[in-house]
Each structure stands twice: as structure tokens, then as C-alpha cells.
């Protein structure tokens, strides 16, 4: 895989995506493009570039009291949260604070808050953070969750994005498929690569990925 890796880079320092040609498999289809984005999510450098890049989406008209962190983005929700209120960004809580969550995920893959978390979420604005957004699937399910919950959604937000919207909500990313035009994601049972014979490298998903 390392032959394939390279980077797609950004006029902002620190940001940027690195991508791995080939033939890849998640929960929910087949890509063609692994984009690996640990070192954002893991170095404060990286992720606060990527907020410094997304918060521009939200300073003026958005109101933003939680920030939903998926695929574990806690770092850049921390980064992004911080440039928020450093910008005197409104918010409803009486704190004048923004709380940054991660939920839980039952065995179905279902979305679930404690009670502990709820009055994080109920009556709150939520902004979704993920790191990457393809399918929508896993955006789509925050959506519901927020909704169930009592929530309202403020936002969808992602280091990299396929989609300009999900469940009627704009996606804002740092990057998008206009970046990485060749990018393609496929129903597992409708993958052209798979019909070309060629095998399935590594299983991924946003904890990394694994060789086969």
C-alpha cells in the first residue's frame, strides 16, 4: 500500500489529506481511496488546522452549544469548539460554553446517549463532526439520534466529504470531491473492481485499516 500513498495538500499549513490508492472495503461499500487521517485526528498542529479551516462555516450564522464528534474526531471538536468561542461565537448555554461529546454505539450500530450525556443534547444545538463522509450512513444515523433525543441539528461537518448535504442539511469539509475527482465509492454487490477480478486489499474503517 505505501508504494500508492500520497498527499493532496492545501494553501493552509498543516492540512492536508493522505490518500492510499486501491481497492478497500468498509462496513458500508467498497472505495477506491483509502484517506487516512489519523495524524489529524491525533496531532494538535493538524487538528487545529483542520478547525481553523471549518470554523469559518459556522462563525456568523450558525448557534453551535455541542459538538458531536464521530469516527473519533475529538481532538479537532475540542480545536474547533475552542476557535468558536475564542471568536465570541453565540451560543444558548448558560455557561457560555461549548460541550464537546462522544456517543455511544450499541451493537447494531445504533446511536445512543446516557443520561448523563442528555442534557448535553436535548434543547441543545449539535454540530456533527466526522472525519470522513461518503455514504452519508453514519451522518445520517447522528441526524436521528440528535432528533430522537430532543436535539436540534446545527450542522454536519467533515475533514473530507462526498456529499454536499444529508438529510437536508449542508455538509461543510475542508476537503471535497472536487479534490480527489477519481474518487468512488460502491455497494459492495455492484463494485466494478471486484468484477475486475481484483482483491480486496484491506478491510477499512476510522480506526485505520488492515491488510488482507
Known amino acids: 500500500m505505501e508504494n500508492n500513498t500520497f498527499k493532496i495538500g492545501s494553501k493552509r499549513q498543516n492540512l492536508f489529506l493522505r490518500l492510499t490508492k486501491g481497492h478497500f472495503a468498509t462496513s458500508h461499500s467498497h472505495i477506491n ?8 485526528k491525533t496531532r494538535l498542529s493538524e487538528a487545529k ?11 456568523s450564522s450558525t448557534i453551535v452549544d455541542t459538538i458531536l464528534c464521530l469516527d473519533g474526531t475529538e481532538v479537532i471538536g475540542a480545536c474547533l469548539a475552542n476557535k468558536l468561542t475564542e471568536e465570541g461565537f453565540a451560543n ?21 446517549f446516557r443520561d448523563n450525556l442528555l442534557p448535553m443534547i436535548r434543547g441543545k444545538n449539535v454540530l456533527i463532526l466526522e472525519a470522513s463522509i461518503t455514504t452519508g450512513y ?8 440528535i432528533k430522537y433525543y430532543g436535539g436540534n441539528v446545527s450542522g454536519i461537518a467533515a475533514l473530507f466529504t462526498c456529499l454536499d448535504s444529508c438529510e437536508g442539511y449542508p ?18 454487490h455492484e463494485c466494478p473492481i471486484c468484477k475486475e477480478g481484483k482483491r480486496i486489499e484491506a478491510l477499512v474503517n476510522s480506526f485505520g485499516y488492515s491488510k488482507l
Open 171 to 188: 455538509v461543510r469539509a475542508a476537503f471535497e470531491l472536487k479534490d480527489i475527482p477519481e474518487y468512488a465509492s460502491y455497494p459492495s
Open 33 to 40: 481511496y483509502y484517506i487516512d487521517v489519523t495524524t489529524q
Open 138 to 145: 453514519t451522518a445520517k444515523a447522528a441526524v436521528e439520534a
Open 92 to 112: 444558548l448555554n448558560a455557561h457560555q460554553t461549548i460541550y464537546v461529546v462522544t456517543p455511544e454505539h450499541t451493537s447494531g450500530s445504533q446511536i445512543i
Open 49 to 59: 488546522a483542520v478547525a481553523e479551516e471549518l470554523v469559518s462555516y459556522y462563525q
